[in-house]
């Protein structure tokens, strides 16, 4: 009885879904999706997945509004930020953190001679960007990284942007609202145009980093997204790796490069067992606990694969979880699945003392522990990129697929697991090129900004020399009710 009168309550807002739900756990999804108001802010979420257009191609056009490129869930409405951003787009950050003004966007694109500057030296392609929130100006910080595929803001006051390249580099940046048109001249040796602004750090993992979190201790996170098999036959996928400064920042920005913790340090990367009592560590044991190896930054993919690090499937999209409760920090990523084959996933692990690594002598340091959070299924999948939604606490899933999905996920509630309590579909793409990426939320947690990356540009006129993407954002997620 009490399922009929549910499913009469749902009304005809979810009357496709009232038809098919005649079991319990598609009455467990129906109660999600009615609750979605309260739970996601968001009146109505996507029912059905946006269906692909056209091949790829061409989709993009100049007078085009905003309904053309993306479908969002009722309650939310859709405005571009920009449609002249650099072509490629990876990830991006809000700046200044507490009352933004800029979007600070790391561009795709491997590095690529493009044309010339006004002083006649050779220009190459735009890497890290900075857009007005309030004009849409984009004005191009850094040039010549091969393929930017991360970036975040410091506590120290620097921005850190990272190649997503075999052996990628990671590069600080001070000011970066002021810093114009700065170039990468030499990746090897990490030289710049402007040495006093720019320098690379070596000192980090040289891996394809596809997420990146920096503590204000000066201690950085980062993932691998590099897929399993990549390297040959049996080969791991990519790891999880720590930085822990020589120097721990205690607060407060710096004036000159020289001062970041990020200068000198020692590189880690993740080994999770299967057992808490002897080290058993490999394929079947990618959640666990376990503990940081000791590797050499310039060689981290090789060592981390020898020493027995964990591999997974294109980790991407590192995030630190702001509410987590306990010890250390919380940080979750997407592993990235496949349509059709194999399901995406998002995992979380715990650091319980971010400022120590503990190698491996036998016994497991058990100092982390990585469980799953989120399980993809046929309509999610291809996670890629992570936010998670100021006071809601909710987690933002962006996929790089076909239509790819903004996906909103509760946090873990009082039940007896460690999972997402569920998900459902806020907004998706309507261009099968784009990959929806750079998912980031205003700090009052009401304007999602994402970009559709990487889109094709067949029909789309560049921008200094250079073609495009579209960055959008979706406002109206209601702020959760006050707690009584
Ligand atoms: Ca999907
Ligand atoms: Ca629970
Ligand atoms: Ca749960
Ligand atoms: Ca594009």
Redesign the pocket.
Known sequence: MRRIALLAAAGALYAGLSAEADDFGALVELQLLQSSPDLFGVETPLIA?VTATGDGTGHRTKDQAEADQIETARGLSARFVTRVAADGIADMVLWPAEAPTHLMVCTGGSRTEIGFTPDRTVKFNPSVQRISLTGGAVTTVLRGLDTCGALTATGWGTLIVAEASEGGGVYEILDPLVLTEAQVLDRESGETSAPGRVAKRDHLPAISWRGIVALDSGVVYGSDAMAPGALGADRDGGAIYKFLPETVLDGGTITTLDGSPLARGLAYALQISCSKDELRFGQGCETGIGGWLEIAAPDARFEAGGFGATGYDRPAGLVRDPNAMGEGVRLCFATRGE?GVREASILCLEDREPGFATGSDGAPANTVRLSRFVDGDA????FASLAVQPLRGNFIIG?E?A???V?ACLADGADGNDRSDGCV?VA?LKDISAAVRGLVFSPDGTTLYLAAGGSDDADMPGSDSFPTDDILRLTGFRPPEPKE
Not at 379 to 382: D, H, I
Request: charged residues 20%; glycine residues 22%; hydrophobic residues 20%.
């Open positions: 997945p349509p309509g999610f999948n291809g996929e697929t239509n790819g999905d996906i579909r998706a």
